[in-house]
Structures are given as C-alpha cells and as structure tokens.
Nanobody, 126 residues
C-alpha cells in the first residue's frame, strides 16, 4: 500500500508564497525511480496539471499558468517532493494533489499517474 500525504497548504494573500510537501510511504516503496507530479483542482473545474519532475530532478515541466512562479523539486532519499509557490494569485486557489508515476516519464497527463494523495487546500485572497 502506497500513501502520499500532502501538507503546507493554507490561506494566504495575493503575492505571498507557500511551499507544499508530499511525503510518500509504503512497504518497500521508494519514489526514487518514479516521476512526480503536482496537479490542482478548483471548485467546479477539472483537475489540471501544475508541474512534474523526473528522476534526476533536472527534467521538469510546468503549466504555462505557473511557469516562473512555481518550482517543483524532490528529495528522493526522503521520499518527498515539494512545490514552491511564489507570487500567488487568487486563480491559484485550489486543492493541490501530488502524484507518482511508476515510470520515469515526465508528463502532464493525470491518467498516467498511478498513486495520488488526498490533497491540500490552497486559498489565495485578493
């Protein structure tokens, strides 16, 4: 059984920063050789891709809406992923989910990810 637990969400003002964390656990589970992704879902909207990172950490992709403001990173030794979010905007308000893809392919398609966390709420006020 694999568990992903997100943390770090909260209520902030526009222009503020937040750092989300995603901790993975499970019997004999390691995210070392897996791609990681962050997605988000706002009320009444479909889940959308935010960012993804590959094995080495040097291969990253971002949604256009967050590029230059958000940074994805990972500490594979600690089975943890991060999403640094700067210059937050009200339109960033959503539940943020981390996900793990058992392959090493970095991609933006939610259906390709195998494990998901329960999400953490991020609310940005104007």
């Amino acid at each position: 059984q694999v568990q992903l637990v997100e943390s770090g969400g909260g209520l902030v003002r526009a222009g503020d920063s937040l750092r989300l964390s995603c901790a993975a656990s499970g019997r004999a589970f390691t995210m070392y050789a897996m791609a990681l992704g962050w997605f988000r879902q706002a009320p009444g909207k479909e889940r959308e891709f935010v960012a993804a990172i590959g094995l080495s950490g040097g291969n990253t992709i971002y949604a256009d809406s967050v590029r230059g403001r958000f940074t994805i990173s990972r500490d594979s030794a600690k089975n943890t992923a991060f999403l640094q979010m700067n210059v937050l905007k009200p339109e960033d308000t959503a539940v943020y989910y981390c996900a793990v893809d058992r392959t090493t392919v970095v991609r933006a398609i939610a259906d390709q990810y195998d494990y998901w966390g329960q999400g953490t709420q991020v609310t940005v006020s104007s």
